[in-house]
């Protein structure tokens, strides 16, 4: 199972997230899509998932620093507790035995952020 992690700003259109999810490989290989609780109800995320026909998962803000991510962003560091939010929801959302398939990419217009994990058994 592989879960596709985002992380988005404000006034972000779906378009920035599929391009995001595009970039790191994953449009047709993941299951489900997972991003921070207080971003799981914004009309940009529900659209994303139902785009793809995909059931959405909410991580706990409180978790983040929990995960082990590859790159670092100061703002996602400020904001979340953790170097990449789009990493560290893709990683929790997984679940414990998860690793990064691909890291975080970036939307060309800077709005969204998408990484993927995948269950290791």
Same mark, same amino acid.
């Given at each position: 199972?592989?879960?596709?992690?985002?992380?988005?700003?404000?006034? !972000?259109? /779906? +378009?920035?997230?599929?391009?995001?999810?595009? &970039?790191?490989? #994953?449009?047709?290989?993941? %299951?489900?899509?997972?991003?921070?609780?207080?971003?799981?109800?914004?009309?940009?995320?529900?659209?994303?998932?139902?785009?793809?026909?995909?059931?959405?998962?909410?991580?706990?803000?409180?978790?983040?620093?929990? !995960?082990? /991510? +590859?790159?670092?962003?100061?703002?996602?560091? &400020?904001?979340? #507790?953790?170097?990449?939010? %789009?990493?560290?929801?893709?990683?929790?959302?997984?679940?414990?035995?998860?690793?990064?398939?691909?890291?975080?990419?970036?939307?060309?217009?800077?709005?969204?952020?998408?990484?993927?994990?995948?269950?290791?058994?």
């Amino acid at each position: 199972m592989r879960v596709a992690g985002f992380g988005f700003r404000k006034g !972000a259109r /779906v +378009e920035s997230l599929l391009q995001a999810l595009n &970039a790191a490989g #994953g449009a047709y290989e993941v %299951s489900r899509v997972a991003t921070v609780a207080d971003k799981a109800d914004a009309a940009v995320f529900i659209e994303l998932a139902r785009c793809l026909d995909l059931p959405s998962e909410a991580v706990e803000k409180d978790a983040l620093s929990e !995960a082990e /991510v +590859e790159t670092q962003s100061e703002k996602s560091a &400020a904001m979340y #507790g953790t170097g990449s939010l %789009s990493e560290a929801v893709a990683l929790i959302a997984a679940g414990p035995k998860a690793r990064l398939v691909a890291s975080r990419t970036i939307s060309s217009d800077s709005m969204a952020t998408c990484a993927i994990a995948e269950v290791v058994e």
